[in-house]
Each structure stands twice: as C-alpha cells, then as structure tokens.
C-alpha cells in the first residue's frame, strides 16, 4: 500500500487531497464527500492535518475509513511546527494502528501568537528525521514549491534545503498549487540539476469561483498567469461559467503534464465531489 509504489507500477494516475471536519458537527457531511471521491478510484488520497491539532484527530479516522471501506491507499498528512517528540511519535503509533503507511510530512504554518520553544520542531527536515528512526516502514512525501516558498529568502536557497530533506529520507514530493505549466518545467529542470531525483508530483486545484482564488493566492503567494487571469476577469461573476472554466482550465493543465512525461498529479478538491469526478471524467481515457 505505499504509494511510491503504487504510483510506480500506473502509466499515468490522478489523486485527490480532501481535508478533515473541523468540529464534530461536520463529520458526517465530510466523511460522505471523501467517500463520493474515493468512488472515483483515485490512485491514492491524502488526509490534511490542522495546525495546532485543530483538526488532527479527524485525520487518522478519516484516513483509515476511506482505506479500509473504499479501497483506496490513503497518505495522512503530518504537520510538526506545534508538536513536541513525543506528540509525533504518539500521532505515528496512531497512523500505524490505523493501518496508515504513507505520510505527507510538514513543518505547517506558524500559529499567530504561537512561540517556538526548544523543545519543538522548526523546520520539516527535524520530522522526517524522526520519522525514518522511529518508523521507517513508513513511505515518506515531502511538499515542494514550484513558485517558491513564502519564507524563502530565494528560490536556490529554497531547493537546497530540499534537497537536504530528501536526503533525509523522503521518497516523493507533491507540489504547491500552480497554474502556469511553464513555471513547473522550469523548476523541475533545477532540481533535477540539484540532484533532487526522486518523483515529484504535480498540485493541481481546480478553481471554480472567483472568490476561492483570491483566497487561494493568499495562502499561497502562487503567481497567476495572464491566461488564467482573463477566464477570472471574463467568467468570475458567472458561477456557472466560472466553474465549468476552472475545471477546463485543471484539466488541460493535467493532460499537458502526461503529455510532457509527468506520470502522477494530485489534485485539491477542496472535498466537492462533482468537481473532482468532473476531472477524472476528462481523463478516464488516459489514465485507464
């Protein structure tokens, strides 16, 4: 059930990342999205974790339900910024009792007001360290930034401490969200040329109304290309028109990544079932 594995023996697989319930009155209505995406047959699905372990409880159960009664390998995201030792090796014995083997680890974002101390982690590499000595069995993915991470000073510093988290122990990588292909050939010729050789994985999200994208480029600091910017100018005040453009737009940035040798993307669905069968639906025969 690794998915470096799994990925490795497909011509060509999409997955999806759906997010837990943020209280326990959202459970019934997440958990029945999950399981509408995992019917699609996706090659694997992650879990999100909450900063703070605001959601990290759901994501364990949320994993192993789809794992265990959809039948489909299921990656549980691992954030540590917040976390103490022994609060990850509590989360790992968690994930492997769940029947979890595949771990999408983080540094996460930095609460406001939250003050690091000594005993905490601060920087990604520290947890998949701590991973590869307390659990190795696990299969370890790492996120990379195409558009480069908002804390970097630049985009080469950015790619050597990639580097050294692969080296780590990481056995793929899953991108940031981008919308311009270009820029991600780009950036995957320089880790390439870093010696980053392991598979890496497209982010892609389907942005299917205006106001998700603002909120989008706000977390993200991802760049918008001029394309992408007119489809926004011309349908976003247009739910109807803005969504089947969002989810054209995805599409044809996926099927240009097969066609230039990428095997693997992972879609965000942000746990809206239609938009996420609509993408499998648009590439049903490729990746059959």
């Known amino acids: 059930m690794k998915i470096s594995d799994i990925v490795e023996a497909k011509p060509y697989s999409v997955s999806f990342e759906v997010f837990p319930p943020k209280t326990e009155d959202a459970r019934e209505g997440v958990t029945k999205a999950a399981r509408e995406i995992a019917a699609l047959h996706p090659a694997f699905m992650s879990v999100t974790y909450g900063a703070g372990g605001g959601t990290s409880e759901y994501t364990a159960e949320i994993a192993h339900d789809l794992q265990e009664h959809c039948g489909v390998p299921m990656m549980a995201h691992l954030t540590c910024i917040t976390s103490t030792h022994e609060h990850i090796r509590e989360q790992l014995d968690l994930l492997?009792?769940?029947?979890?083997?595949?771990?999408?680890?983080?540094?996460?974002?930095?609460?406001?007001?939250?003050?690091?101390?000594?005993?905490?982690?601060?920087?990604?590499?520290?947890?998949?360290?701590?991973?590869?000595a307390y659990a190795p069995e696990f299969c370890i993915a790492g996120a990379?930034?195409?558009?480069?991470?908002?804390?970097?000073?630049?985009?080469?510093?950015?790619?050597?401490?990639?580097?050294?988290?692969?080296?780590?122990?990481?056995?793929f990588l899953i991108t940031q969200m981008f919308f311009d292909n270009p820029v991600f050939y780009s950036y995957m010729y320089k880790l390439r040329e870093a010696g980053i050789t392991v598979p890496v994985h497209p982010g892609i999200m389907p942005i299917v109304n205006a106001k998700q994208m603002k909120r989008t480029l706000k977390l993200s600091g991802t760049t918008l290309p001029e394309r992408f910017r007119r489809i926004l100018d011309t349908f976003g005040e247009t739910p109807e028109a803005m969504r089947q453009a969002g989810i054209a737009y995805a599409t044809d940035q996926i099927i240009d990544l097969f066609a230039n040798g990428i095997r693997s993307v992972h879609v965000y669905s942000m746990n809206v079932p239609s938009v996420a069968k609509a993408i499998m639906e648009n590439v049903s025969q490729i990746i059959s």
């Open 96 to 132: 492997k009792s769940k029947g979890v083997e595949n771990i999408l680890a983080l540094r996460g974002d930095i609460p406001e007001g939250f003050e690091l101390r000594e005993q905490n982690y601060h920087h990604a590499i520290e947890l998949v360290r701590d991973i590869k």
């Open 144 to 171: 990379c930034y195409p558009d480069t991470h908002p804390d970097a000073p630049s985009q080469k510093e950015d790619i050597r401490h990639l580097k050294e988290k692969v080296d780590a122990g990481m056995d």
